[in-house]
């Protein structure tokens, strides 16, 4: 488990652009312009991240809940309280981001993992598989505020069929897509 304070992210958003160290976010930043969705949001990402876009979720903070704005079928499966021992509740308690290469193997609730995700998409989805993998980082606003958390996954019937292991460098670029959605509205609207 990798952990870092965002509450010193911003200084990563003020790197140059076209450094070697800093990942092309313009096509995240793009979409900032417009009036976006969840789905346009978590596809680019998917892209970012070269995983399926069923294996990013962004979860909005309201009134001490967690609540998924992506993926649609996780809209109206629950929500996660702050107060729980949820990775995602932990991810926006701490301010930290976090990665998880044996996930499998870290105690958690995966209630949400066997729901069946990308029909409204119409991918293929006859067997949900675990969750592998993980990347969780918060969305905090310029005031500190935790707007919610976003994590991408990668997912498999074991870890050697997930594809590879997350980096710190995928970890970071996380962490500044997260600055980028923080001024997003939809992680305003409720």
Known sequence: MSEIDMSQSSQFL???????????????????????????????????????????????LDHGLLQFIYPDELRTAGSIPISSSSIAAHTAISKKSEIFNNFARVKHASIFETVKLGVSEGIDTSEPLPIQKLMSAPVVDENHRVLGVIQISRKGSDSSFAGADFSREDLHELELAAGILAGSTVMRES
Do not use: G, I, W, Y
């Open 14 to 60: 003020k790197s140059p652009k076209n450094s070697p160290l800093v990942p092309d976010l313009s096509p995240l930043e793009h979409l900032m312009d417009q009036d976006v969705t969840p789905r346009q949001l978590c596809s680019v990402l998917a892209k970012m991240f070269q995983v399926q876009q069923t294996e990013v979720a962004l979860l909005r």
